[in-house]
């Protein structure tokens, strides 16, 4: 059983999922709810969970704070809001999933799903939050903002991405493309930790996907999909260093 506890400042919200964890999804144990930022810290440290839905606008903060409380977070964390523009910044944050108000039943099963999966098969995990060996791991996708909600595409599967203006494609392997309104600099930091890097003002590129370099004053990067990218000359020395280490 899941240790599980709720962060939701709405009432409603609460009770909602309340009654869709406790009827109609196995093996969660709902040990507690909150209704803000500092009773759901404190929630959080009487009760140990293993697994937080957690809200992200909260009348005395947001989700995202309640996060940066502790060093490390020993527990998996599950978005759920009434708003898609965060998406990214919860995978950001390693989150399990995001889950839109009012919550599909079928999307939460697959998260608590996923939740169990991942679940320790030490009970007695440690909360010493400040010596805690609890790594996040890095997401592994990423979530594009679309006129209906969000799409997750695998982030290993990205071979690059293009900026113009306020909007960013990012183009698969497999030759699916994504475009959406915002900029190359609020997907940068993320990808980066993914050995992407920015070669150009306008290009971030997947070094796993690099075919070939050609010579210049910064050169032009050949990558998997026959896209030949310009390389300034300050960026230069940091992508020979990837292509020579790779060899």
Known sequence: MLK???????SDAIES????????IEGVNL?????GLSSGYELIISSKPQLVFLDVNMKDGTGFDLLNRFEQVPFQVIFVTAYDQYAIKAFKYAALDYLLKPIDLQEL?????????????????????????????????LALPNLEGFDLIEIDKIIRCEGQNNYTSFILDGGKKFVVSKTLKEYESI?????????????????KYIQGYLKGRGGTVIMLDGT??????????????VINHSK
């Open 17 to 24: 999922l309340t009654v869709l964890l406790t009827d109609f």
């Open 191 to 207: 990808l980066t930790q993914h050995g992407f890097l920015r070669v150009f003002q306008s290009h971030l590129i997947n070094a």
């Open 31 to 35: 040990v507690g709810v909150a209704d």
């Open 109 to 141: 099963r697959s998260a608590v799903e996923r939740a169990k999966r991942l679940k320790s098969g030490n009970s007695t995990q440690d909360y010493d939050f400040i010596k805690s060996v609890y790594k996040n791991p890095l997401p592994t996708k």
């Open 4 to 10: 599980t506890i709720i962060i939701d400042d709405e």
């Open 228 to 241: 030949n990218i310009p390389v300034s000359r300050d960026k230069k020395e940091a992508l020979l260093k």
